[in-house]
């Protein structure tokens, strides 16, 4: 279950456990990066001391009493420190970027490695451009905080450790004048960050709608252009797009509203350095050498909290999208599988329906006690009228969704007992609506089987009866299907889709509506097909065309998600029942006003 929205930070850190080790040394080489460049200050006010001082300077009080010598020394520890903070920057960048590079991808994966095991309920009811938006954007959004982010804050952290240790070891007076805005300054910066969390979180919401209104047009482009809607889109667009615009607005306005209210308050910080200080210094309680440094750090250890606002509005992105992409990972898993192996071969697969009842709301069943048993290497027809639950079946039976009374077995083993993988690739599915990948023909027939060699393909599809049109293409097998196929037609679509099954091999055929959407010609080629695909198999035909499966061992009638009536095609037209009805609609020996 997801956590509690203010734990976005916490949840991270447990996230991120395996790269422990890298985080804290790019931690390191942060703080030790940051360390150095405060050094250069702290050469001037020696160089300053120096020439005040001269042989009464801090290098004469530690030996060196030489001016030649201790100028020397001034300018090798300069070069000293700034070659160790070019490449204590060189090593946090280098692992920054590379730990950001490693995190995106991992959190990217594991967010679509769950998503594959997600529940297709889970699908059904969230929008694919949310989901999008998550594995692109948000995920980018993370890398782009580890990269930059992360550092910024450590070395600011640093700052003012080290620098408020300075101002303490050297005059506690002026370190608390010039620390006085910080409270102010660190407050402002919470306040900001109170106010912009819920605003980023509606950027991130307003991004999952823009997505998911794109993903949802270009996937519908054909219906689009089909009623002419164009410009419906475009202002639909529009208004997605300007919500989205709004959002980022009212968080820009909070954001940008902080660097020049902080630059005031830091000012307070730097008049009293220089006021207080100066007076010390004439009073001749403070080195002249001294005050310069606090002159510089004081600036160095205030100027860089001006910069919270950016950081904390990279944070607040990053911390939003890290809940979103958690929230993702903490997603119940609905269909679990279970322990026992289910090894299928065909000739085998007996399945039973006992007392199976299932709705997708509690309020709305779908199937009501349906019993029935399917002997392997039979054929049997479900019909029945749309919405009498026949297709619900095949989603039962691929376990997409668990029955909420009864149970289903295959060969004597509950589908919840089953091995999930076992029992899906022991199942083929021969659907209406085919989808093909964008690839080529080939990879689309061997999808799910990865291993097939090609002379394997082209024997599936010479027994799909798609060889002859495969061939005639002038790139064959290695032919662009385009997206979703849309280089084909319907009846070559549906002949891949017989092809890819016929490659899988399965003791279990489910041909879902097969050849309702084909031509008289093509269905009759896609019959023969599906004839000796189902030789030797359990297959289950869905069919809203009764002649379809007229030759079936048995034929199910379904009404409401009852099982009404049952036997082959002869018998049920003999019982002058509701198949017999439909019949007679289909055949026009009634019209269907009269059934």
């Known amino acids: 279950m997801s956590q509690p929205a203010a734990q976005p930070l916490k949840r991270l850190l447990r996230y991120t456990q395996p790269w422990r080790g890298r985080i804290q040394l790019a931690a390191l080489c942060s703080v030790l990066n940051k360390i150095f460049d405060l050094a250069p200050p702290l050469l001037i006010g020696a160089a300053v001391d120096i020439v005040v001082q001269r042989e009464s300077s801090w290098f004469a009080s530690m030996g060196v009493v030489d001016l030649q010598h201790q100028l020397a020394l001034v300018t090798f520890l300069t070069i000293l420190i700034w070659g160790l903070e070019s490449a204590f920057e060189y090593a946090f960048k280098v692992l920054w970027r590379n730990l950001s590079q490693d995190i995106q991808h991992a959190a990217r994966l594991d967010a679509w490695s769950h998503l594959q095991k997600l529940d297709l309920a889970y699908f059904e009811r969230t929008h694919s451009g949310r989901t999008m938006a998550v594995l692109n954007d948000d995920v980018n959004q993370l890398e782009r905080f580890l990269d930059g982010g992360a550092n910024e804050l450590i070395q600011v952290t640093t700052t003012v450790v080290v620098v408020g240790a300075v101002f303490f070891a050297a005059s506690p007076t002026i370190a608390l004048s010039a620390m006085l805005p910080m409270p102010f300054v660190i407050w402002g910066a919470f306040r900001f960050q109170s106010r912009l969390a819920p605003l980023y979180a509606e950027v991130r919401e307003r991004v999952a709608r823009l997505s998911s209104h794109l993903a949802n047009s270009l996937g519908g482009i054909a219906t689009v252009k089909s009623y002419v809607a164009e410009d419906y889109e475009i202002r639909e667009l529009d208004r997605e797009s300007d919500e989205y615009k709004r959002a980022n607005a009212a968080a820009i306005r909070t954001s940008a509203a902080f660097v020049p209210v902080i630059r005031m308050v830091i000012l307070v910080g730097f008049c009293g350095t220089l006021y207080i200080g100066g007076k010390f210094t004439l009073d001749g309680h403070l080195d002249v050498g001294v005050y310069s440094v606090l002159v510089f750090l004081t600036q160095r250890l205030l100027w860089p909290l001006t910069r919270l606002a950016e950081m904390f509005d990279q944070y607040q992105r990053a911390m939003a999208s890290t809940q979103r992409i958690l929230d993702l990972l903490d997603t119940p898993?609905?269909?679990?599988?279970?322990?026992?192996?289910?090894?299928?071969?065909?000739?085998?697969?007996?399945?039973?329906?006992?007392?199976?009842?299932?709705?997708?709301?509690?309020?709305?069943?779908?199937?009501?006690?349906?019993?029935?048993?399917?002997?392997?290497?039979?054929?049997?027809?479900?019909?029945?009228?749309?919405?009498?639950?026949?297709?619900?079946?095949?989603?039962?039976?691929?376990?997409?969704?668990?029955?909420?009374?009864?149970?289903?077995?295959?060969?004597?083993?509950?589908?919840?007992?089953?091995?999930?993988?076992?029992?899906?690739?022991?199942?083929?599915?021969?659907?209406?609506?085919?989808?093909?990948?964008?690839?080529?023909?080939?990879?689309?027939?061997?999808?799910?089987?990865?291993?097939?060699?090609?002379?394997?393909?082209?024997?599936?599809?010479?027994?799909?009866?798609?060889?002859?049109?495969?061939?005639?293409?002038?790139?064959?097998?290695?032919?662009?299907?385009?997206?979703?196929?849309?280089?084909?037609?319907?009846?070559?679509?549906?002949?891949?889709?017989?092809?890819?099954?016929?490659?899988?091999?399965?003791?279990?055929?489910?041909?879902?509506?097969?050849?309702?959407?084909?031509?008289?010609?093509?269905?009759?080629?896609?019959?023969?097909?599906?004839?000796?695909?189902?030789?030797?198999?359990?297959?289950?035909v869905i069919a809203h065309r009764l002649s379809t499966v007229r030759h079936a061992d048995n034929i199910l009638v379904l009404d409401q998600g009852r099982l009404v009536e049952q036997g082959t095609h002869d018998a049920l037209l003999a019982r002058n029942g509701n198949y017999a009805k439909l019949w007679q609609v289909q055949t026009g020996e009634q019209h269907a006003d009269a059934s």
């Open 333 to 540: 898993i609905g269909i679990v599988s279970g322990p026992k192996p289910l090894q299928v071969q065909p000739g085998n697969g007996t399945v039973t329906f006992e007392n199976v009842s299932f709705g997708y709301r509690d309020d709305l069943p779908v199937l009501r006690d349906l019993s029935f048993a399917i002997a392997a290497r039979h054929t049997v027809g479900v019909v029945g009228a749309t919405g009498s639950g026949k297709s619900t079946l095949v989603k039962l039976l691929l376990r997409f969704y668990d029955t909420t009374a009864g149970r289903i077995t295959v060969e004597g083993v509950a589908l919840r007992d089953a091995d999930l993988t076992h029992l899906r690739r022991s199942i083929g599915l021969v659907s209406q609506d085919v989808f093909l990948f964008d690839g080529t023909i080939g990879e689309n027939i061997a999808y799910g089987c990865f291993d097939k060699t090609p002379a394997d393909i082209e024997k599936a599809a010479r027994l799909a009866e798609a060889h002859d049109f495969i061939s005639s293409l002038p790139e064959g097998y290695d032919t662009l299907v385009g997206e979703r196929g849309q280089r084909l037609s319907g009846g070559q679509r549906q002949r891949l889709s017989i092809a890819r099954a016929i490659l899988k091999d399965p003791a279990i055929l489910i041909l879902d509506e097969a050849t309702s959407a084909v031509d008289n010609e093509t269905e009759a080629a896609i019959q023969r097909s599906l004839e000796r695909v189902a030789h030797q198999r359990t297959t289950i």
